[in-house]
């Protein structure tokens, strides 16, 4: 049975929740005790208890028709001496958000109504004044004389907002359980699925890589993290990557924003372009979108946010339109991003190269004073069931791509040597592409006729991705080792395609150690953090 | 780089690195060849005959692709001579990994990295004993050098790679392939 109240001369509708129910504790200190110990005791991932001031919000099957003998499952029983009451919740069914009914409503009554007509009006439902609001004086919240069912709440809130010629609008004070705020002001953020996947076109919600909650934990990382992106070329001049771009603080030195190792001078940006323009083997267009996706400028107001929107980009060329270059510089231009980033990005994969494999080993040893840089690579967009060099390299971070329902992306070579998933295109099953920067030059690039592009994808657009997801890990904790990086990104990361992946010991040959989610790496990342500081006030 | 036939020889080649051997396959009718700056248009138009020719400017490269009326060894008696006039550095077949089925273009350049950083001395005995020339040392790696096999033909650089590999004094060396690469 629909239950019914008005907000703003809307009818909204709630259903009661069979399986979850708020707990109402004697002290705000007990909630987020109570919090970790029903974490612990019963809650899935998905659902996990969530606390706030007096109210823990609890989900369990059938909570609501046995709601104290779920909360003695949940809780230990000093906690539950602290219980003051349960009360029973509602999904609401527009947003399909939970909210905990309470005994309080909210109202406002209308200008020039007295204290007396106001306090007839509320007497007149049994229901008295228990505070006003801090900052507008015709508003407070009040509660039923007597101790009622929750339930009722909304039949009274109703009640008091039908008396229009007083009151100018009443509802339940719900305790309410919201959508992750930490969002940019980019107006094409909503069309990149792969950072928040908000379902339709056939997506499945929340088949991403959480960046907004993510970024409720560092907004976009540190502009201290330095992203190199090694592949043909950034036009660093791009109105959303170009406040991003690296700049060398040393005035004296020739890298002002990266290198080209191509042409063998300092301009990293792309130069060549031969018809047709869109074609990625004939032109200088790859390294643009990988850019965009890694740390193209976030809350800008303009077009698209990189998941890592704060972090700086070295742009490195190695390519020129052919993607033919010699060993030793393919090497050193990872050599030389070894000295200047903390994490270097490889869209693209090559025949073993005996010196490409001395340089990795070489910046994870010696990369970040010593703490070794992140190198993460496409596995591979060839179908094929081995991972391409230099993914498999031991030291390197072997990226696949997942699409927008949660799925391998069939292109996505996979096998030993596969780290994580990252979501990305797939075209053999008509899935999205990725929205990210494009090169600016009129006529050039995937899409001829802009800035941006929203056809990106491949194993070449999760690899930057997943970059940019441990350019944030570093953000929070610049401390971490490249080891100690990489085994967060896999531990955090999301078991997806649970019946088709075979997961064994928590690897599967398909999808690596899952997909990666940013939120839960930085959470891990900043909790590395807290164990670190407690080692070192013990060691002192 | 696109191959007008891609046949492959039934006898793989290989290079020893450390341990392993590395197999590559020869495209035997695609060859590469590097051009003296001045002889450019020269050479550019001694291969035109023998099929599709196509540059690679910033490594002084043609790519080659046989005709199918052209003989081989035409082709590799012309290659021969423009060696011999000095209009050519080095020339030798196309390869392709075979795990990868990407291109490898074999140069006359050699990737070595020394146990140590090498004196002079120690670097004059090494490009005697192998007959090589040291052209120049990474700008990252101290201990590590570039080194030519002069009038390169054919397959010299892999040989002599792996003449360096097994070397004491050196941690590894292997042909500085220009790789064909995938974004």
Request: hydrophobic share 35%; glycine share 6%.
């Amino acid at each position: 049975m629909p239950y019914i109240y008005s907000a703003d001369r809307q009818k909204i509708e709630l259903t009661l929740s069979a399986n979850d129910i708020g707990v109402r504790f004697e002290s705000p200190e007990a909630t987020p005790r109570a919090v970790r110990a029903a974490r612990a005791a019963l809650a899935t991932e998905e659902m996990a208890p969530r606390g706030y001031d007096r109210v823990m919000l609890l989900h369990h099957p059938g909570a609501s028709r046995t709601a104290f003998a779920t909360v003695r499952e949940a809780l230990p029983s000093r906690l539950v001496r602290e219980v003051r009451r349960t009360m029973p919740v509602f999904t609401e069914t527009g947003s399909r958000l939970r909210v905990v009914a309470t005994r309080e409503i909210t109202v406002r009554f209308k200008p020039k109504v007295t204290e007396r007509q106001q306090n007839k009006a509320l007497a007149a439902l049994n229901l008295n004044k228990q505070r006003a609001n801090d900052f507008n004086r015709r508003q407070y919240i009040v509660v039923p004389q007597s101790d009622i069912d929750e339930t009722v709440i909304l039949d009274l809130a109703n009640s008091l907002a039908e008396l229009d010629d007083v009151v100018e609008y009443a509802a339940p004070n719900f305790v309410s359980e919201h959508l992750k705020s930490a969002t940019t002001n980019d107006p094409r953020l909503r069309e990149q699925w792969h950072l928040n996947n908000r379902g339709g076109s056939g997506a499945l919600n929340g088949e991403d890589v959480d960046a907004l909650a993510a970024w409720d934990l560092t907004p976009g990382g540190s502009p201290n993290i330095v992203i190199a992106i090694v592949d043909d070329g950034v036009d660093i001049g791009h109105p959303d990557l170009k406040s991003n771009i690296w700049v060398n603080p040393d005035l004296n030195a020739p890298d002002r924003n990266g290198r080209n190792f191509y042409d063998n001078n300092f301009d990293p940006r792309p130069r060549y372009f031969n018809p047709p323009y869109d074609e990625t083997q004939f032109n200088d267009i790859h390294g643009t979108p990988c850019a965009g996706v890694a740390a193209a400028t976030g809350d800008n107001r303009l077009g698209v946010a990189g998941i890592a929107y704060r972090c700086k980009i070295l742009a490195v060329k190695i390519f020129g339109a052919d993607a033919i270059a010699p060993n030793d510089q393919v090497a050193n231009s990872i050599r030389y991003s070894g000295l200047r980033a903390d994490v270097i990005s490889c869209s693209w994969s090559g025949a073993w190269n005996t010196d490409l494999e001395a340089a990795i080993n070489d910046v994870t040893q010696t990369g970040r004073g010593g703490k070794g840089c992140l190198v993460f690579c496409a596995t591979g967009n060839e179908y094929r069931s081995t991972v391409a060099f230099p993914a498999r390299h031991p030291r390197a971070l072997a990226v696949g791509a997942s699409n927008d329902q949660g799925k391998r992306s069939a292109y996505s070579n996979y096998g030993q040597g596969l780290s994580f998933v990252a979501p990305s295109n797939d075209p053999d099953r008509s899935r999205q592409g990725i929205v990210t920067t494009d090169v600016k030059q009129r006529n050039r690039g995937y899409n001829l006729n802009g800035s941006y592009t929203n056809d990106f994808g491949g194993t070449s657009s999760a690899t930057p991705l997943a970059a940019g997801i441990g350019g944030l890990a570093l953000s929070v904790n610049p401390a971490l080792t490249w080891q100690q990086a990489r085994d967060l990104l896999q531990a955090t990361a999301d078991k997806i395609d649970a019946q088709g992946a075979n997961y064994q010991n928590g690897y599967s040959l398909k999808y690596g150690y899952g997909r990666l989610n940013a939120h839960r790496a930085v959470a891990q990342a900043q909790t590395t953090i807290v164990r670190s500081s407690r080692k070192a006030k013990k060691a002192k | 780089m696109e191959a007008k036939k891609t046949e492959t020889r039934a006898d793989s080649i290989s290079y020893r690195r450390g341990e392993k051997t590395v197999f590559v396959e020869s495209l035997d009718d695609v060859w590469s060849v590097r051009y003296t700056e001045s002889a450019k248009a020269a050479v550019h138009s001694a291969l035109s005959a023998f099929g599709r020719v196509r540059e690679i400017a910033n490594q002084r490269l043609f790519v080659v692709e046989l005709a199918d009326d052209v003989r081989r060894d035409d082709l590799l008696q012309s290659l021969r001579q423009l060696l011999n006039e000095g209009a050519v550095e080095f020339f030798a077949p196309v390869l392709r990994d075979p795990a990868s089925d990407l291109r490898q273009i074999l140069t006359d350049e050699i990737n070595v990295r020394f146990k140590e950083v090498p004196s002079d001395k120690h670097l004059k005995a090494v490009e005697k004993k192998y007959g090589v020339r040291v052209a120049r040392q990474n700008e990252f790696v101290p201990s590590q050098f570039i080194v030519k096999a002069p009038q390169s033909k054919g397959l010299d650089t892999l040989e002599i790679a792996s003449q360096l590999d097994a070397a004491d004094d050196i941690e590894f060396a292997a042909p500085n392939f220009i790789s064909e690469h995938r974004r």
